[in-house]
T-cell receptor, first 112, second 110 residues
Framework: DTAVSQTPKYLVTQMGNDKSIKCEQNLGHDTMYWYKQDSKKFLKIMFSYNNKELIINETVPNRFSPKSPDKAHLNLHINSLELGDSAVYFC???????????FGPGTRLTVL | KNEVEQSPQNLTAQEGEFITINCSYSVGISALHWLQQHPGGGIVSLFMLSSGKKKHGRLIATINIQEKHSSLHITASHPRDSAVYICAVNSMEYGNKLVFGAGTILRVKS
């Protein structure tokens, strides 16, 4: 029973394509996050939603658009993919913004 | 300079040794987190603390708010403890978002 799940686990695509990564949590949490882990393994927050409302929107290109259809889902859509978008993307959730976070398994995106 | 600094960057220990990983931060925080990332890539939350000390099995986390410093200790280390340990803080200066350290790569040899 996976608490935070992401699909796909691996995504290989060409530059210029549009792709989506999906995230679902079955913990009943109100807050969800997207993080990017670069090639040096450094984690940075991208977005956070609380009760389907955007509360953190870091300085990321507007090619990245999060969508939260309900509290259990936070999807990440990326337009016009670039080489520099290659990274591992982690979804996470927490009961509330300042609570312990539970991470998904990550999606490794490779842009060729 | 990153708001969250960890030391050491790399650590190799012999099985059974006592291990300490340090984290210093330069911003006001609401809470501090210790995370573990295994070679397979998954991230697990070990501790979240805002004061004092917490213990879970062989792991102990402490925080000194005045000195802006936290330590993660592993007693009786085991090869399965080999992982990257990441310190992160809910930064009050940045709307309580999580700001991460660069991680400490721990390898425990048998």
């Amino acid at each position: 029973d996976t608490a935070v799940s992401q699909t796909p686990k691996y995504l290989v695509t060409q530059m210029g394509n549009d792709k989506s990564i999906k995230c679902e949590q079955n913990l009943g949490h109100d807050t969800m996050y997207w993080y990017k882990q670069d090639s040096k393994k450094f984690l940075k927050i991208m977005f956070s939603y609380n009760n389907k409302e955007l509360i953190i929107n870091e300085t990321v290109p507007n090619r990245f658009s999060p969508k939260s259809p309900d509290k259990a889902h936070l999807n990440l859509h990326i337009n016009s993919l670039e080489l520099g978008d290659s990274a591992v993307y982690f979804c996470a959730s927490s009961q509330a913004p300042l609570n312990e976070q539970f991470f998904g398994p990550g999606t490794r995106l490779t842009v060729l | 300079k990153n708001e969250v600094e960890q030391s050491p960057q790399n650590l190799t220990a012999q099985e059974g040794e006592f291990i300490t990983i340090n984290c210093s931060y330069s911003v006001g925080i609401s809470a501090l987190h210790w995370l573990q990332q295994h070679p397979g890539g998954g991230i697990v939350s070990l501790f979240m603390l805002s004061s004092g000390k917490k213990k879970h099995g062989r792991l102990i986390a402490t925080i000194n708010i005045q000195e802006k410093h936290s330590s993660l200790h592993i007693t009786a280390s085991h090869p399965r403890d080999s992982a990257v340990y990441i310190c992160a803080v809910n930064s009050m200066e940045y709307g309580n978002k999580l700001v991460f350290g660069a991680g400490t790569i721990l390898r425990v040899k048998s």
